[in-house]
């Protein structure tokens, strides 16, 4: 394997014309730079030099190595500034994959202090719902999840995410969003059996399952009119008085729900937000920065 130490030494022979010439360009003694070229010779396996009197000039190899030292010197040169600059969070790329409510509302406010904080760090945003955000993490498709699970809720697996660092942000409650018209627009809460007559708008796959799991519990099946993994429409569809829907609070926060109330669901149901990240990425600058502003954008920091 050839040092790039040794390069360096090499090229300060070629260019001096000696080893005691050498040694002070570096500022070493003569003997450490005979021992670094013989080093150099042993591992490459052909002299570099030919010695002759008070001459030495290079072998045919010695010149093709001088030759392609410069720009392999440069280029380490380079890598080795560029990590520096990315551990000193002068530079930096995070992937970050987040649900939409969570995209719409603690999302900005960390990107915008990130950038305010290290602007030469890139963060990159794609959406995606847990569990596909989850495996997007551990196929090495992104840096950072923002993900959720709901708190008891029936396939939550314990341990689930035990080969990931996490890291809590908040506790997220759902809410009852009804048309402004309807009965229980005006109360303080509602317990959910109260809105088993009612037509449904469901969210996302996995916050409908969570509906229909916690109504079961209740004692009824809901009717789903209509399914959106649009919260914005959801929100439409309930103030045009087409039905209500279960919501999380995040996901009112970042609708202004025009024509709908929202309603504390009694008994409560939560969902624990967390943002998900490897091991080995958890030491990096740049995803250490982005998990630091999410947990205070959420309060929790």
């Known amino acids: 394997m050839i040092e790039a130490r040794h390069l360096r030494v090499l090229r300060a022979v070629a260019a001096t014309g000696s080893f005691s010439a050498a040694g002070r360009e570096l500022g070493c003694t003569q003997p450490a730079v005979s021992q670094q070229m013989k080093a150099l010779e042993t591992s490459v396996g052909t002299p570099l030099l030919v010695r002759g009197g008070r001459e030495m000039r290079l072998t045919q190899a010695g010149e093709a190595l001088v030759r392609h030292a410069a720009g392999i010197l440069a280029g380490l040169t380079a890598a080795e500034e560029e990590v520096a600059a990315i551990a000193g969070l002068r530079a930096g790329r995070v992937r970050l994959v987040s649900f939409p409510s969570g995209s719409s509302t603690l999302v900005p406010t960390a990107l915008a202090a990130l950038r305010a904080a290290h602007p030469g760090t890139r963060v990159s945003l794609v959406e995606a719902e847990p569990p596909r955000s989850v ?28 080969d990931l660092v996490v890291r809590p942000l908040l506790t997220d409650r759902l809410v009852a969003l009804v048309p402004e018209r309807n009965r229980l627009a005006r109360a303080g809460s509602v317990a959910i059996g109260e809105l088993a007559e009612e037509p449904w708008i469901a969210g996302c796959p996995r916050c409908r399952g969570q509906l229909v799991e ?37 996901a009112i926060e970042s609708v202004r729900p025009r024509g709908a109330r929202a309603v504390t669901l009694e008994p409560a149901v939560r969902r624990e937000i967390v943002a998900l990240t490897l091991p080995d990425l958890a030491q990096v600058p740049a995803v250490t920065a982005t998990l630091d502003q999410l947990a205070t954008a959420a309060g929790r920091k």
């Open 135 to 162: 495996e997007m993490l551990r196929e090495g498709d992104c840096d950072i999840a923002l993900a959720f699970r709901y708190e008891g809720a029936a396939g939550v697996q314990e341990g689930e995410w035990d």
């Open 214 to 250: 916690v109504c079961e519990k209740a004692g009824f099946t809901p009717r789903i009119d209509f399914a959106t993994d649009d919260y914005p429409a959801v929100v439409g569809l309930v103030g045009a008085g087409l039905g209500v829907a279960v919501l999380p609070q995040l």
